[in-house]
């Protein structure tokens, strides 16, 4: 079964600071991998996915992340954080049929 | 493209009552998902329709729910008998099926439910 962790609920970083969310995968066949973020009483906002080819992927917002098929890792940055990029992030899977399989999400605070 | 909208955005009943939330999804995706989130969870997948067709639904969906998708357009998902259990925020989400698993979802607002 496909599935995704989030090892961190929670990361603090400085405003101006690089940011890392962590993702790891276990999946069967070819991963397809996606980040979407959530802001307070919103739906989720999609920012990347990652299908083949270059690792390092760019998303929306200047976000990026990162595929590394050796760790079986997934993880979401950017090199320099905004107090607005505090939200809680999410890393998903999909399964048959498209449907997602989530993360239990990290919640990202950036400090001014 | 006016994204996927979802109606209404809060809703508050009394435990036993029937509510009904509906999701216009994108105009031309012809996929659309139903998910429940709980407070410091991420989202579950309910079930989902290609065009018209219901072609999953989770063991979370009980019989008390029931989701349509009449002419492949909007959706609707309907709770009988709510119980506080349901409390949870509905999200709905549509997609284009082009690429298959790796088609990007993209996510309505969501409804707020609250069963008191």
């Known amino acids: 079964a496909q599935s995704v962790a989030q090892p961190e609920d929670q990361v603090n970083v400085a405003e101006g600071n690089p940011l890392t969310v962590k993702c790891t995968y276990s999946?069967?066949?070819?991963?397809?991998l996606f980040w979407y973020v959530q802001y307070p009483n919103r739906g989720l906002q999609f920012l990347l996915k990652?299908?083949?080819?270059?690792?390092l992927v760019k998303g929306s917002y200047g976000f990026e992340a990162e595929f590394n098929k050796s760790q079986t890792s997934f993880h979401l940055k950017k090199p320099s954080a905004l107090v607005s990029d505090s939200a809680l992030y999410f890393c998903?899977?999909?399964?048959?049929?498209?449907?997602?399989?989530f993360g239990q999400g990290t919640e990202l605070s950036v400090k001014p | 493209d006016t994204g996927v909208s979802q109606d209404p955005r809060h809703k508050i009943t009394k435990r036993g009552q029937n509510v009904t939330f509906r999701c216009d999804p994108i105009?031309?995706?012809?996929?659309l998902y139903w998910y429940r989130q709980t407070l410091g969870q991420g989202p579950e997948f309910l079930t989902y329709?290609?065009?018209?067709?219901?072609?999953?639904k989770s063991r979370l969906l009980s019989d008390r729910f029931s989701a349509e998708r009449p002419k492949g357009s909007f959706s609707t998902l309907e709770i009988q008998r709510t119980e506080q259990g349901d409390s949870a925020m509905y999200l709905c989400?549509?997609?284009?099926?082009?690429?298959?698993?790796?088609?990007?979802?993209?996510f309505g607002p969501g409804t707020r439910l609250t069963v008191l």
């Open positions: 998903a899977v999909p399964n048959q049929g498209g449907k997602l399989i």
């Open positions: 989400a549509s997609s284009l099926l082009s690429g298959g698993r790796a088609d990007t979802q993209y």
């Open positions: 990652y299908i083949t080819g270059d690792n």
């Open positions: 999946v069967s066949g070819n991963p397809y």
């Open positions: 329709f290609q065009n018209e067709a219901q072609l999953e």
């Open positions: 105009s031309e995706h012809n996929r």
